[in-house]
């Protein structure tokens, strides 16, 4: 990971509402929503968010046959695709709904796909897995569910952004672990290297301390029916306390390895310095006290001499 971390972004934790709703839809809608650092001109912008860092959710409309394979096993970190289908067989047929609960299912075979939510609220189904979401109901309540399937998905999103990093790390750990016991001269030039590994991890702990704001709780900018549908997907997902656990160990090891290994390099560069001085002092005084001698042995011959 760079030192541009996504967590020195502005420390700022207000949640705007969203710029634009989307029209009531009377038929099937499928959308792709991207969550940028900018959007792009023109732009339709569901929604902002200031925590973990700056990003906006944008949406655009695309072609049912534009949506992602139902096989497909990638879990996208920075966007969603969203599909409603208007609920009642006479405006959905039975086999369009069966192809949109065959879409949400996890790739079989997978044993790491995530598995999707299956949760009504009302008269509306939702499904939501990691990169896609599915609503089967009642097109003037879909604008409100799709807002906390928006929410919920960005932070979701973040929160597994953050286990990757973290798992890819681990071997680089592995390979520093002797760091934090044993440094010799050879390891001296990996000092620059530990240092931004304890800056990465700090900007790390403190995304997931901003991320629990809306991974623990309902986001207070969240209200009405809106507040209703992101509870019952905290409430669908279980394991996210869990996985918060998990995180903030890993990064509390990350932590613990890379500032022993931080003191252990600095106490060695300090006593490598130290000797180095002490050793020119000593050689300075040999080089004295040979010439002290020298001159000795000079005089000596000359009052020995006849």
Not at 54 to 77: G, N, S
Not at 134 to 157: C, K, N, Q, W
Not at 264 to 293: D, Q
């Amino acid at each position: 990971m760079s030192d541009n971390d996504p967590a020195s972004a502005t420390p700022h934790s207000a949640l705007t509402t969203p710029h634009s709703a989307l029209p009531t839809p009377h038929s099937s809608l499928s959308l792709r929503i991207r969550f940028l650092s900018d959007a792009p001109p023109g732009a339709r912008v569901l929604a902002r968010f200031r925590d973990p860092y700056d990003r906006i959710a944008v949406a655009e409309t695309i072609p049912l046959d534009q949506l992602p394979p139902a096989a497909e096993a990638a879990e996208p970190l920075d966007e969603l695709h969203f599909l409603f289908l208007p609920s009642g067989s006479t405006n959905t047929p039975y086999e369009q709904q069966k192809r949109g609960e065959e879409w949400m299912q996890a790739p079989p075979g997978d044993p790491f796909a995530v598995q999707p939510i299956d949760l009504t609220l009302r008269n509306d189904r939702v499904l939501w897995r990691p990169g896609r979401a599915l609503v089967l109901g009642a097109p003037d309540r879909m604008d409100e569910i799709l807002t906390a399937l928006v929410h919920f998905s960005f932070y979701e999103g973040e929160m597994r952004r953050l286990e990757q990093e973290i798992r890819e790390d681990w071997p680089l750990v592995e390979k520093d672990l002797p760091l934090t016991h044993q440094v010799g001269a050879a390891d001296l030039k990996r000092w620059p290297d530990a240092n931004r590994r304890v800056r990465i991890t700090a900007l790390r702990r403190v995304r997931l301390t901003r991320l629990d704001l809306y991974l623990s709780k309902v986001p207070a900018q969240l209200t009405g029916n809106v507040r209703k549908v992101y509870a019952e997907l905290l409430l669908w997902c279980p394991e996210l306390p869990d996985r918060y656990i998990a995180l903030d160990d890993q990064i509390e090891i990350y932590e613990d390895l890379y500032e022993s290994a931080n003191d252990r390099l600095s106490e060695y560069a300090y006593f490598r310095k130290e000797f180095i001085i002490e050793a020119w002092i000593v050689v300075i005084l040999a080089l004295e006290l040979a010439a002290v001698v020298v001159e000795l042995v000079y005089t000596m011959k000359e009052s020995a001499a006849p």
